[in-house]
């Protein structure tokens, strides 16, 4: 083995061995049982960004377990369409060239789209290797594959059938510059500065009395139906039923009750405009009111406003209306307001609720046995609060827009006759035959312009991609799948949706589990976006990158000079030599340490490189064992008793036993972190820090018998396989590196991959309490030697002389049986006891295990006066710079001036320096003991 552990020369190796080995196809059963996890597929046109490496580990860690338990173990691979995202895409390549996609025409823009797809699309399916991800890429779908695509025709005809999708005219959310309606997750909200317009509305039978009301888009005023006020406001009860006059037009409008309305909110009046907002829709539903919709596709104003509006942008509209109203009196008054504006997330254009016929699904009829599968426990959410989460959007459900404007995704499969007639069907000679049926001859019929919203097909990826409607042998293993791991933000966009159209078309859920795990953000908790520049790309972490490249990753798309020159020192602060390379393990490991139960994870890199010294721990204890191998018998049998083998390899077989249940249980519960923990607790302290020091005596011959030192490498080359099997789905790579060194030595043979093995089991003989509570004696002892050590500034390499006072015959007998291992580990000189009375001992620093007390003399190790005065001196050099911090934290005008982040270090300072004060005085306390 290579002295320092190097990831890049491993990681490709062992994939592409792993690949094209076929080891991630689902082996024959074994009589154990199926485990499949789909996974969430991503956007064709994605790049790899945190979330989906964090998510991808969390489901390679459950995978690779099930897959070493013997389970016929299915992870299926695939990515989404993504209707509007690669429209954009292609339509930029093409904007670059001069053409449109009107230019090309449907069909060739289609091919364009495909093409692109061929040669650029596959992005994101190679960084998946890159973090290991164990998938089935035989199996690799895409949504717009032809089955996929016939699965999606097949539901809509029966769902269309059986009246549950409709076409109708209703609200949606408009995008303006894509001309299509997008769904809700496509829409940011974000706050801006604007205004609070307040209008006067005459009344119709005393136009000197007027209703005012409020509103943040004056310009929607002509398609007012109505002003609304609560039932129980007195001061408008008399009103309810008459009209007023709609100012710049010649409509009167009526005066509604509705407890929808807040009556302490403004003037207590609303102006409701239902075919342009939401709840105005809803209300106007209630009351029956027309819906006049005033906006073309293009958010400009349309025929059903007056003459000297029509043909105007909405913002232009808007500053003419209110001039208008303030040259005729109309305008109370205007008071800046700051108000959530939603914008589209592809195109930034300020989204309009907007009346216009598109497709639905009737969703009522399906989500009651969706929510019966949740609530009798047939899908089960962790954590469980997520549940709440599910029942509020479920049973507070609206029908479901399906219809998009645009031209990349599944065509809706419905045909027009010139009459306007629909005939949906899943092919076109299908809809022709049912024209003809009822013509009575073949009549000419065109196809519906509009596509399928993404989340449509998305909604059948769990039964479609294992070869629905056929009944495939895979379908029989694999579905209902055994977990869906995925984030919060889209459990009623995608986690809902599947399981409403998985009971309805397969009589059974789709998972049985839904893992939600939280949002990786940045080291201060600030979501990661490429405006703030503080984005990370786990390739960038498992490789490292330059400061010069990683400035212009972050800087090259900002258009404000001011913004770019920001994050460019914001970076520089940060890594001011770059991102160094951490390699996959180190990567993945950090994921799984920090995947707490639903919470958000703030990425440091500090986290990263302590885990990277995980897997270098890991590679040298590696190391040393196979060093230790030299005439090593493996077909060695103890010939006495478990119980009579030396305490050390009792001891640290009895706590991997403790640690492969806590793994286990850990990964089984979705609870990786704690798992992970267990991993590197044993690891990095019980099996490195102290069984590798308790054995070097045996190994090197200073202790024991030849056979104590057989079972001593038998015990270490033993547990190390075990290690790495346990750590293998967290940490694959430098596990499978590893392996292969030592599988001929533990197995005779060489074998052909880790991930083939069986997941370590738990042997209760093995458990030795006995042993457990003698090696925490001796921990107990080394570490009070090692703390009298760090609190006296005493070399840890310089030999001590040691006086024993106390205890029991039991540490006396400790100590005679530890006695090299105790020299050994704590570097001691000399052990003696002390049998007179506790008066006669020396000046000494003193340490206990329970009754028994360890004096270490000073004489001869400090000069106990010049301690006492560094000491002194550096509480002092302390006390000055923390009044100076106080000092600036307490200025006012400093608070007020400086940025958050300058403030905050300085709080940290203060901290850090008050710990070190705290330990100083600590020595200082102790060292005038003595």
Not at 111 to 140: F, N, Y
Not at 273 to 299: C, K, S, W
Not at 782 to 799: E, H, W
């Amino acid at each position: 083995m290579k002295k320092a552990f190097d990831p890049k020369s491993i990681e490709q190796h062992w994939y592409q061995y792993w690949e094209s080995s076929g080891y991630f196809k689902p082996s024959d059963d074994s009589g154990k049982g199926c485990f499949s996890i789909m996974i969430p597929p991503p956007n064709v046109t994605g790049t790899l960004h945190m979330g989906h490496a964090f998510q991808d580990t969390l489901m390679d860690i459950l995978t690779r377990y099930h897959r070493m338990l013997g389970e016929k173990t299915l992870w299926q691979p695939g990515t989404d369409h993504a209707g509007i995202a690669t429209q954009m895409v292609v339509e930029r390549n093409l904007s670059a060239r001069g053409q449109t996609r009107h230019t090309l025409g449907r069909k060739r823009f289609i091919d364009a789209i495909w093409d692109w797809k061929e040669h650029s699309g596959g992005t994101i399916s190679q960084q998946l290797r890159r973090m290991g991800a164990s998938v089935d890429w035989s199996r690799e779908r895409f949504t717009m594959d032809e089955g996929l695509s016939a699965a999606v025709r097949r539901v809509f005809v029966e769902l269309y059938r059986e009246g549950l999708i409709y076409r109708g005219k209703r609200l949606v959310n408009w995008d303006p510059v894509l001309h299509t309606a997008v769904s809700d997750l496509e829409v940011v909200s974000e706050e801006e500065q604007g205004s609070l317009w307040h209008m006067r509305y005459p009344l119709a039978d005393d136009s000197e009395q007027f209703l005012v009301v409020a509103t943040t888009r004056p310009e929607t005023m002509f398609g007012d139906t109505a002003v609304a006020v609560h039932p129980d406001d007195e001061r408008y009860t008399h009103l309810i039923g008459k009209m007023v006059n709609l100012p710049l037009t010649d409509r009167q409008i009526p005066i509604i009750a509705d407890d929808y309305v807040d009556r302490e909110f403004g003037t207590g009046c609303v102006k409701i405009t239902p075919a342009h907002d939401f709840n105005d829709y809803e209300m106007g539903q209630r009351h029956g009111l027309p819906m006049i919709n005033v906006l073309t596709q293009d958010a400009c104003m349309n025929e059903n406003v007056p003459e000297p509006f029509r043909g105007l942008d909405r913002f232009d509209a808007r500053k003419r209306v209110v001039e208008q109203l303030q040259s005729i009196g109309l305008m109370d008054h205007i008071e800046a307001h700051n108000l959530m504006v939603p914008r589209g997330d592809r195109s930034r254009a300020v989204i309009e609720p907007y009346l216009t016929d598109q497709w639905f699904v009737r969703t009522a009829p399906l989500a009651e046995p969706a929510i019966k599968a949740v609530k009798e426990g047939d899908i089960r959410f962790v954590p469980e609060t997520w549940s709440k989460t599910y029942f509020e959007w479920m049973n507070n459900i609206q029908d479901w827009c399906i219809s998009r404007q645009i031209w990349w995704g599944h065509r809706i499969p419905a045909w027009y006759d010139e009459s306007g007639q629909v005939y949906v069907a899943e092919t076109f000679s299908e809809a022709e035959q049912m024209a003809a049926e009822k013509h009575g001859q073949p009549v000419s019929l065109r196809q519906d312009e509009d596509v399928l919203d993404t989340w449509f097909s998305s909604a059948l990826w769990p039964f479609s991609t294992l070869g629905w409607p056929e009944k495939t042998q895979e379908l029989k293993d694999f579905y209902p799948t055994s977990v869906l791991v995925t984030g919060f933000d889209i459990i009623f966009f995608w986690v809902a949706r599947m399981i409403m159209m998985g009971l309805k078309f397969t009589g059974e859920v789709p998972f049985r589990e839904v893992y939600i795990h939280g949002l990786v953000r940045d080291a201060h908790g600030q979501k990661m976006s490429k405006s703030k520049g503080n984005v990370l790309d786990p390739i960038d972490l498992i490789d490292g990158i330059s400061l010069e490249k990683l400035l212009q990753k972050r800087t090259q798309h900002l258009m404000q000079p001011e913004m770019a020159e920001k994050i460019a020192e914001a970076t520089k602060k940060e890594f001011p030599e770059g991102i160094p390379a951490f390699g996959t393990d180190a990567l993945r490991f950090t994921f799984a340490v920090m995947a707490s139960t639903g919470r958000d994870i703030n990425f440091d890199l500090g986290r990263i490189g302590g885990y990277r010294n995980f897997c270098n721990k890991l590679w040298n204890a590696a190391r040393f064992v196979l060093m230790q191998m030299e005439g090593f018998d493996r077909s060695y049998v103890p010939s006495d008793a478990l119980a009579q083998h030396p305490f050390p390899d009792r001891w640290i077989l009895s706590r991997l036993q403790q640690t492969i249940g806590e793994i286990r249980g850990g990964i089984e519960n979705y609870r990786m972190d704690l798992a992970a923990q267990s991993l590197y607790d044993f690891v990095w302290s019980e099996f490195c820090d102290w069984y590798l020091e308790l054995a070097k005596p045996v190994l090197h011959g200073k202790m024991g018998q030849e056979s104590d030192k057989k079972l001593t490498q038998k015990t270490l080359i033993e547990v190390l396989e075990t290690i790495l099997r346990l750590a293998h789905p967290f940490i694959p790579y430098i596990t499978e590196e590893i392996f292969q060194r030592i599988a001929p030595i533990v197995y005779s043979e060489t074998r052909p991959s880790i991930m083939l093995e069986r997941y370590p089991e738990s042997d209760a003989t093995l458990q030795d309490p006995e042993a457990e509570a003698e090696i925490d004696w001796l921990q107990q002892f080394v570490l009070a030697v090692r703390k009298i050590r760090s609190g006296m500034d005493i070399p840890p390499g310089k030999p001590l002389n040691i006086i024993l006072h106390g205890g029991d015959e039991e540490d006396r007998r400790r100590v005679k049986d530890f006695q090299t291992y105790l020299k050994n580990l704590a570097r001691i000189e000399d052990l003696t006891w002390h049998q007179g009375p506790e008066e006669d001992l020396p000046e000494s620093a003193t340490g206990l295990v329970a009754d028994l007390k360890i004096l270490i003399p000073m004489a001869g190790l400090i000069d106990k006066q010049a301690e006492i005065e560094r000491l002194e001196k550096e509480i002092d050099k302390l006390d000055q710079q923390l009044q100076r911090i106080e000092k600036k934290l307490s200025n006012e005008q400093f608070l007020a001036k400086a940025p958050k982040e300058v403030v905050s270090k300085e709080k940290s300072k203060a901290e850090e320096m008050e710990s070190a004060r705290t330990q100083f005085m600590s020595q200082l306390q102790k060292i005038r003991e003595i």
